[in-house]
């Protein structure tokens, strides 16, 4: 597993930070009261600190020892965090009755082993969300180096599918003008005049990134993937 790291709360790149805190908040908004929760990949915590006082029991894990322990400091004694891998989850079955993995499958390399771990301790009236980057076809990341595989659009939903019987996917994208949309789509924006809009949110200007959105229904350019998933399917 490749480790990449991000502080949301003191990171300098402001579009990164508000990617992750529209992921946080679109699970926090899906938290049932008094789940049982296991976080998959606390980094050094900052979704561990929103999470914990909503939960009614709370598990993270780690793959990164010096992440665990700076995770630990964070969040404070009532956390338990562990070092463990997504790909071996050193759990029972039907554990959890809420598990969530934020930008963790795409460091995975075998991200169907994560997902087949998330399915097997999650119990049978349970709640997953996941979160990758959004690919259209499934391959490394050109831009960054710990992204082993980022999985496709069709193949990430088509491997939930295999598992879970309700599985519903949302996009976090930029909302754009049909104009911006065929400026990007054919390389046209510095021509076309539509630059300004993308290289203001590269620089987390707020004017920018107040165009970001997450919906069932993309309306611009798709920047991550989330999964919501339901319905325990046994194995066969």
Do not use: W
Request: with cysteine; hydrophobic share 40%.
């Amino acid at each position: 597993m490749a480790l990449e790291r991000i502080d949301v709360g003191s990171d300098e790149d402001r579009f990164q930070a508000k990617l992750h805190q529209m992921r946080y908040d679109f699970v926090l908004d899906r938290l049932p009261r008094g789940a049982n929760v296991l976080e998959i990949g606390t980094g050094e915590g900052v979704f561990t600190k929103q999470i914990l006082p909503k939960c009614g029991s709370y598990l993270g894990v780690e793959f990164d020892p010096a992440a665990c322990e700076t995770a630990r400091r964070h969040a404070g004694q009532a956390a338990e965090i562990i070092v463990a891998d997504a790909r071996d989850l050193p759990f029972g079955d039907n554990q959890f009755s809420f598990i969530v993995c934020l930008e963790v499958l795409e460091h995975l390399g075998d991200f169907q082993a994560g997902v087949r771990n998330i399915h097997r301790c999650l119990n049978v009236a349970g709640t997953t969300i996941a979160s990758v980057p959004y690919r259209r076809v499934g391959g490394k990341s050109e831009v960054y180096p710990y992204h082993i595989y980022e999985p496709g659009e069709a193949e990430l939903i088509s491997v939930f599918r295999q598992l879970f019987t309700d599985v519903e996917a949302y996009y976090l994208y930029f909302e754009e003008t049909p104009l911006m949309t065929f400026a990007r789509k054919t390389h046209l924006r510095r021509a076309l005049g539509v630059h300004r809009p993308y290289a203001d949110l590269t620089a987390g200007m707020p004017s920018a990134t107040a165009r970001l959105r997450i919906g069932r229904k993309s309306g611009g350019m798709n920047i991550s993937q989330l999964i919501v998933a339901r319905g325990k399917k046994p194995l066969a």
